[in-house]
């Protein structure tokens, strides 16, 4: 039985994780890298005072970092797949980790950067495996295992590491 999300009150002290890690959240005045939102030794340094502009820088700077994962795993998976997706577009969304649409777009969620990376690759190589395979069958599974043998583990931790990836 799955556990329920945990909930987020942006104060600080609260755990957020980044890339596999746990980051202790830290409303600052200012960063050392001058960033809105800085990974600093085990804390997450937020250049905010309220929760509410946390809560949105936060979710700026996943989004951000998503996408700089997107931009380094995408081509190279893209290339061993032989696949080319159309688009890929980073946003928000509280359920999916991903989609790929028939057209060959390809969403992942801003969360992504939450998880370990092994798990994050895992989500970018399943999205691109549905522009060979549109569906979830035994052919798309099977596409998905021969790009990451380790698939079906990673996919367990990523429903492991889900209740902690919450904005």
């Given at each position: 039985?799955?556990?329920?999300?945990?909930q987020?009150?942006?104060?600080?002290g609260e755990?957020?994780p980044?890339r596999?890690?746990?980051?202790?959240?830290?409303?600052?005045?200012?960063t050392?890298?001058g960033?809105?939102?800085?990974?600093?030794?085990?804390?997450?340094?937020v250049?905010?005072?309220?929760?509410?502009?946390a809560?949105?820088?936060?979710?700026?700077?996943?989004t951000?970092?998503t996408?700089?994962?997107?931009?380094?795993?995408?081509?190279?998976w893209?290339?061993?797949?032989?696949?080319?997706?159309?688009?890929?577009?980073?946003?928000?969304?509280?359920?999916?980790?991903g989609?790929?649409?028939a057209?060959?777009?390809?969403f992942?969620?801003?969360?992504?950067?939450?998880?370990?990376?092994?798990?994050?690759?895992?989500?970018?190589?399943?999205e691109?495996?549905?522009?060979?395979?549109m569906?979830?069958?035994?052919?798309?599974?099977?596409?998905?295992?021969?790009a990451?043998?380790?698939?079906?583990t990673?996919?367990?931790?990523?429903?492991?590491q889900?209740?902690?990836?919450?904005?």
């Amino acid at each position: 039985m799955r556990q329920l999300p945990i909930q987020r009150g942006y104060e600080n002290g609260e755990i957020f994780p980044y890339r596999g890690k746990h980051f202790e959240l830290a409303l600052v005045n200012e960063t050392p890298a001058g960033a809105k939102v800085t990974p600093d030794g085990g804390r997450l340094l937020v250049c905010a005072d309220k929760a509410e502009c946390a809560r949105q820088l936060i979710l700026y700077w996943y989004t951000a970092e998503t996408e700089n994962i997107a931009r380094s795993l995408v081509p190279a998976w893209s290339k061993k797949l032989a696949v080319r997706p159309r688009a890929v577009t980073v946003k928000y969304a509280r359920t999916r980790w991903g989609s790929c649409a028939a057209s060959g777009n390809i969403f992942l969620n801003s969360r992504l950067a939450m998880l370990s990376v092994e798990v994050g690759e895992y989500v970018v190589v399943h999205e691109l495996c549905h522009l060979k395979q549109m569906n979830h069958g035994s052919e798309f599974w099977d596409e998905v295992k021969r790009a990451l043998p380790l698939a079906m583990t990673l996919r367990r931790s990523l429903r492991e590491q889900e209740r902690e990836a919450v904005l």
